[in-house]
Every structure is written in C-alpha cells, then in structure tokens.
C-alpha cells in the first residue's frame, strides 16, 4: 500500500513540477519582453530627443542664413559690391528690355527693341 501511495505522490510531483516549470517560463519570457521592449522605448525616445535638437540646430541655421541672404541681396549690398569689384554695369535701357505676357493660351512674347538694332551686350553702353 505505501508503495502505490509513494508512486501517486511521485507521478502527481513530476506533473506539478513540469507545469511550475512551464509556468516560470511564461513568466520569464513576459519579463524579458517586457524589458526588451522598455529598452527599445528609451532608445527610441533618446534618438527623438537627439533628432528635435538636430531640427532645431538646422532651424537656426537656416534663419542665420536666411538674414545674410536678405543682407546680401539687398539693393544698397548689390551696389556696394559691384563698386568694390570694379563691374561697370548700369541698368538696362528701354529698348533693350523684353516684356513676356503670359495672357493665357496663346502667351506671346514681344521684343521692345526693334530688329535693326545690333543685339550686344545688353548691360553695356558702347
């Protein structure tokens, strides 16, 4: 009788056995994921943080660059360069000016100057 008893007892331990270790197992691969997964949360949310202070290091930048294009291109900036460098340039006469009109579908474009006119340099007075 002891003999069936201890056998009953050693069939039901090896179940439960294998059934807690199962169970651990599900437990530690839900913890592992679950700390897999706050892992890459972090990194994620570091390389975000990274990425918004590389915008806004570009936004900067690109105003700065912004007002020096405004500066530059500015007529009184035009005009102090062009004496700096020496360039003899002048603003082109009527008659050397095209005008397109763009009135539609049969867009043309007119030349101001007549055709007998020699067509040289257009910002030089010779």
Known sequence: ????????????GAGWVVKAMVICFFVG???AGYLWQK????????????????LDRLEKGNEVLRQQYSVLSSPQELDR???????????PAPEQILRI???GAGSEVSMARSYGQSTGRLGRRD
């Open 81 to 91: 360069r062009v004496d700096q460098f020496g360039l003899d340039l002048r603003s």
């Open 29 to 31: 691969a839900s913890c």
């Open 1 to 12: 009788m002891w003999r069936r008893v201890q056998s009953r007892n050693e069939v039901i």
């Open 101 to 103: 009109r763009g009135d």
């Open 39 to 54: 892992s890459q949360v972090h990194e994620l949310g570091t390389e975000i943080r990274s990425l918004e202070r590389e």
